[in-house]
């Protein structure tokens, strides 16, 4: 059993192997609470009453993606440099970019950690999600485990190396991906449960009868 669960940890490195080597996985650090790589969450309200040019219609909120020079695409203004500024002043800074077109408008920006999801579940992948989520909700966005999965073997890993594991207990009691220690750029692996493979008995109990009969005939001889 330690032997299978190895094999198959070993097998969810070559594949996050292959997920993390691309030049998405840097992050530029410095200042600031956004880092090249990973995104940014935007949401944005106008008070009742305001003059407006259709923000709504535009559709600001929403995640984006901070490029490998800290910039995001922002729908009007264009690029717009996040790296270095913290949420609060990201925030100020649209609300004063935005105001040429409407008035009364309020925003709240968020970093998103880059997280892979591997294994056994229905969209293995590259996720954007708050570290303040639950590991439910980060499963959420890959529409969850399979069928077969097993939830009480969940891992973390980071560079290669296991950081974490047996992560149900934490899961049930809605710790977020901080307190369970995720990072950006961090691995989250789920197990298939080691079913029990019929195939493999019956090849098995083929070869045991295969021996069987063949030393009954040097018996007979």
Do not use: C
């Not at 409407?102 to 591997?118: D, E, M, Q, W, Y």
């Not at 590991?135 to 950081?163: H, Q, T, Y």
């Amino acid at each position: 059993m330690i032997r299978d669960r190895s094999i198959k940890r070993l097998a969810a490195f070559l594949m996050l192997s292959m997920i993390t080597t691309t030049p998405l996985n840097s992050q530029t650090t410095g200042m600031g609470d956004f880092h090249s790589g990973d995104g940014v969450r935007i949401v944005v309200w106008q008070e009742p009453g305001s003059e407006s040019a259709n923000i709504d219609g535009l559709n600001i909120s929403n995640d984006y993606i901070i490029n490998d020079n800290g910039y995001i695409l922002l729908p009007l203004v264009g690029e717009v440099l996040v790296l270095g500024r913290s949420e609060t002043e990201l925030a100020e800074f649209l609300r004063e970019r935005y105001s040429l077109y409407a008035s009364g408008l309020h925003f709240i920006t968020k970093p998103l950690i880059r997280v892979a999801l591997l294994g056994a579940i229905n969209k293995p992948g590259l996720y954007l999600v708050e570290s303040n989520s639950s590991l439910w909700e980060l499963l959420g966005e890959a529409e969850g485990p399979v069928a077969d999965a097993n939830l009480e073997e969940i891992f973390i890993s980071r560079s290669g190396k296991i950081i974490a594991e047996d992560l149900l207990e934490r899961t049930e009691n809605a710790y977020t991906l901080k307190e369970m220690g995720v990072q950006s750029g961090d691995q989250v692996s789920v197990m298939h449960h080691r079913a029990f493979n019929w195939r493999t008995l019956l090849s098995f109990g083929s070869f045991l009868i295969s021996v069987s009969s063949l030393a009954i005939q040097i018996n007979r001889q």
